[in-house]
């Protein structure tokens, strides 16, 4: 029998400093996401980053904390509640990381007598540190405890015309009666060295040059080809206007070059340069999260408005609107029937 997983990163339990501090544990020792070998990964991780960040990522957390709990997980939850109303399929959804695990997933699904589940990671475009290892642990899971589960993944979505078509039209709904002078497309960012390592053919990857927007079986897993092809897909849609548009990468860690720009610095720029009523749309993400209403629609306002703009609007995550929700019943329903996948 058929199911369906949705798989996303996962939040800690509580916002405070006990419980986001092995969450982040958990996160950062990942070697998709920290990549040096795991001594070193030990040391930067437990001996200097843990010393601070887990009061500093504890009190972000509090600022967004809903009373049902963390925004990313509730809002992932009523998603998987309204997809289960669409499908006859059991649904169950599972985290990469903290108490929510995809093993428990998993055996939710084996106990409704599911034996071939489709794995949703639920981001647009392929990273190490998102759809990757949420991919890599969904299969090791299986592996080590449902040796008789078949698995097979819904590939990035990224440029699905279906999925250009819903999130322009969240797009435009939420741009309605706001004049804006610019739309800035921020993405979740990754350091310049994992998408070399991404990178197949191992040489097409210039990080500088222009070889995303030149064609390359490297694209398959280039995050920052994936996300260009977003903005200009989602630009092309809406008939947006070239110079009033442009994408940028938020959330880097210190250390490493991240890919670049940076977003904190479009919001120093933006208003210098005349840009002063700003709409920012978050297209990494499916679900809002802390890196979404915290670090862009709280401090992200904060400085942008500091720095001399006027207006500023976050716009919402597709979260479990109904045409996403929809859609992906559209994906899933097809796959059970025929058992292809929509896009490759
Ligand atoms: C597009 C999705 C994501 C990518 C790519 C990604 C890369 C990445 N993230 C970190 C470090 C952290 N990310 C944190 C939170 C977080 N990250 C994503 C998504 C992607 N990360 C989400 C959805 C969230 C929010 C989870 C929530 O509970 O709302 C955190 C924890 C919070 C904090 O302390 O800032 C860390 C740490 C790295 C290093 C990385 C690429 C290498
Ligand atoms: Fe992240
Ligand atoms: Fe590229």
Request: hydrophobic share 35%; charged share 25%.
């Amino acid at each position: 029998m058929k199911g369906v997983l949705l798989l996303n990163l996962g939040s800690p339990d509580s916002p405070t400093p006990k419980d986001v501090k092995p969450y982040l544990d958990e996160f950062l020792m990942d070697e998709r996401v920290i990549d040096v070998n795991k001594v070193l990964r030990n040391i930067l991780v437990r001996g200097i980053i843990l010393q601070t960040r887990p009061k500093k990522s504890a009190e972000a957390y509090s600022k967004i904390w809903w009373e049902e709990g963390s925004p990313l997980i509730v809002i992932s939850e009523r998603f998987t509640e309204k997809l289960k109303k669409h499908t006859s399929m059991p649904v169950a959804l599972g985290m990469r990381y903290g108490s929510m695990t995809i093993k428990n997933a998993m055996q939710e699904l084996k106990d409704k007598g599911v034996d071939d589940v489709m794995i949703v990671p639920l981001y647009p475009h392929y990273a190490m540190s998102s759809f990757e290892t949420v991919v890599v642990k969904a299969m090791d899971v299986q592996k080590e405890f449902f040796p008789n589960m078949k698995l097979t993944t819904l590939p990035a979505f990224y440029k699905n015309p279906d999925y250009i078509k819903v999130l322009s039209e969240s797009i435009s709904e939420a741009l309605e009666g706001f004049d804006y002078d610019h739309i800035l497309f921020s993405y979740h960012g990754i350091p310049e060295r994992h998408i070399k390592k991404s990178d197949p053919t191992k040489y097409h990857c210039k990080i500088d040059g222009s070889c995303c927007f030149t064609n390359s079986v490297a694209h398959h897993t280039c995050y920052r080809h994936q996300v260009y092809d977003t903005t200009e897909l989602v630009k092309a849609e809406l008939g947006l206007i070239e110079e009033k548009v442009s994408s940028s990468f938020q959330s880097r860690l210190a250390g490493d070059p991240w890919l670049k720009p940076y977003t904190d610095y479009e919001f120093e720029r933006f208003p210098k340069e005349g840009k002063k009523k700003l709409a920012v749309i978050t297209p990494a993400f499916v679900s809002d999260c802390l890196e979404t209403l915290e670090e862009i629609a709280m401090e992200g306002k904060e400085q942008f408005l500091e720095a001399g703009g006027t207006d500023y609007i976050h716009i919402p995550c597709l979260n479990d609107r109904d045409s996403w929700v929809e859609l992906m019943a559209k994906w899933v329903n097809n796959w059970e029937r025929t058992g292809t996948l929509p896009h490759s």
